[in-house]
Every structure is written in C-alpha cells, then in structure tokens.
C-alpha cells in the first residue's frame, strides 16, 4: 500500500501560478506512472498530466504549455507546475499512483481556486 499527500493547492488570480506536490509513503523510482488528475463540481475526474518512468510525459490539451509535470525519486516526490492559471482550471487536484497495470492509489486531493 502506497499512503499519497498533496499538497499545494490553494486560491489564486487568473494568470498566477501554484506548484503541486505529492509526497509518496514509499519509493517510486519504479513505479509505471505518476499522474495528476482533477475533478470540478459536477464533472468526472479527468487526467490533466501523467510521467512515465522513463521521464516521458502526457498532457491534457487543455493545459498543454501551461502545465509541467516532473518527478523526483530520490524524494519520492512528483510535482505538478501550473503557470497561466484559467477559472477553467478551479477543481480538487488528485495524486495518481501506478505502479504497474493492476494497482493504483490516490491522494485524498487538493483544493485549487481560481478567482479574481
């Protein structure tokens, strides 16, 4: 069992920035994928960025050249930079874990607001 904190989120003004963390319980150097998803108010989860082991990376169209996702293994850490934020992107941020096909853990989420 892999125990995933966020952290991070918090309210901002359209065009600001916040960078996400997820702190993993354990190592992630060899999991399959890190991810990011996000969830608004009467909308189903959807991925927003995943990075593979390898370092390769997936976007969500909607926040390709605003978003970075980037992982630390020596600190079992992934993170998520989000610059230009949108009120489109107001919604609670999920950590997602995999290590391989089978398994896969969520973080308890992280509230981000957009608003002026």
């Known amino acids: 069992q892999v125990q995933l904190v966020e952290s991070g989120g918090g309210l901002v003004q359209p065009g600001g920035s916040l960078r996400l963390s997820c702190a993993a319980s354990?190592?992630?150097?060899?999991?399959?994928?890190m991810g990011w998803y996000r969830q608004a108010p009467g909308t189903q989860r959807e991925l927003v960025a995943s990075?593979?082991?390898?370092?390769?990376?997936n976007y969500a169209d909607s926040v390709k050249g605003r978003f970075t996702i980037n992982r630390d293994n020596a600190k079992n850490t992934v993170y998520l930079q989000m610059n230009s934020l949108k009120p489109d992107d107001t919604a609670v941020y999920y950590c997602?874990?995999?290590?391989?096909?089978?398994?896969?853990?969520w973080g308890q989420g992280t509230q981000v607001t957009v608003s002026s």
């Open positions: 997602n874990a995999r290590p391989d096909l089978v398994r896969r853990y």
């Open positions: 354990g190592s992630i150097a060899s999991f399959m994928s």
């Open positions: 990075i593979g082991s390898g370092g390769s990376t």
